[in-house]
Each structure stands twice: as structure tokens, then as C-alpha cells.
Nanobody, 128 residues
Framework: QVQLVESGGGLVQAGDSLKLACRGS????????LGWFRQAPGKDREFVAG????????YYADSVKGRFTISRDNTRNTVYLQMNNLKPEDTAVYYC?????????????????????WGQGTQATVSS
């Protein structure tokens, strides 16, 4: 069992930055692929970014590529999402997830049903 707790959301203006964090506990954290998803009002949850267990491989949705950066610190059992140049369309509840899947190089774990554990989410709101 893995427990995940997100933090770092808030209300910012377009062009600003936010850094989300997701701290894990329980089973061996570094053995999991970690991902960030988001869900806007009235929309399905969508993949944002993912990172391999070592941190050596990352994968991004096209909508955030070049603006968001995912990283992880296994000594702190924490995965981060640095979000720069935020846009109003980035407004959503952001969730982190842990997956037991091992994607091939240059691919990510992008399907929601491939994640076994989820956090409760943190709200990020970007005003125009």
C-alpha cells in the first residue's frame, strides 16, 4: 500500500508559476513510476507528466511540454511538478499517482487505469 498526499496548489495569475509536491509513504516509494494528472470542471482526468523510478526518464503531455517539469527525490519520497508560464486552461485539481508499470524508453504511463494509488488532489487556479 502507498499513501500519497499532494500540496502546493493555489490561486495565481496567468504567467505565474506554482510548484506542486506529492509525498508518499508506505511501500518502497522508489519502485513506482509516478505521474501527475489533472481534472478540470466538467472534464475527464487527463495525464500531465510522468517520471520513471530513477528519475532518468520523463514524459509530458503536449499541452504542458516546455512549461512543466516533473522531478522526484526518492530520499524524501516526494515527486514534484514545477509549473511555469501558467495559463487559465491549466486550472484543475491536480492528482499524483503511483504505477507498477514499467514503460519502454521514450514512453510514459499515461492511462489512468494503470495507476494503483492516488492522492486526494490539490487545486490550482489560474486567473486571466
Amino acid at each position: 500500500q502507498v499513501q500519497l498526499v499532494e500540496s502546493g496548489g493555489g490561486l495565481v495569475q496567468a504567467g505565474d508559476s506554482l510548484k506542486l509536491a506529492c509525498r508518499g509513504s508506505g511501500r518502497i516509494f522508489e519502485k513506482y513510476y509516478l505521474g501527475w494528472f489533472r481534472q478540470a470542471p466538467g472534464k475527464d482526468r487527463e495525464f500531465v507528466a510522468g517520471i520513471s523510478w530513477s528519475g532518468g526518464s520523463t514524459y509530458y503531455a503536449d499541452s504542458v511540454k516546455g512549461r512543466f517539469t516533473i522531478s522526484r527525490d526518492n530520499t524524501r519520497n516526494t515527486v514534484y511538478l514545477q509549473m511555469n508560464n501558467l495559463k487559465p486552461e491549466d486550472t484543475a485539481v491536480y492528482y499524483c499517482g503511483a504505477s507498477e508499470k514499467w514503460p519502454p524508453p521514450d514512453f510514459g504511463v499515461v492511462r489512468e487505469d494503470e495507476y494503483a494509488y492516488w492522492g486526494q488532489g490539490t487545486q490550482a487556479t489560474v486567473s486571466s
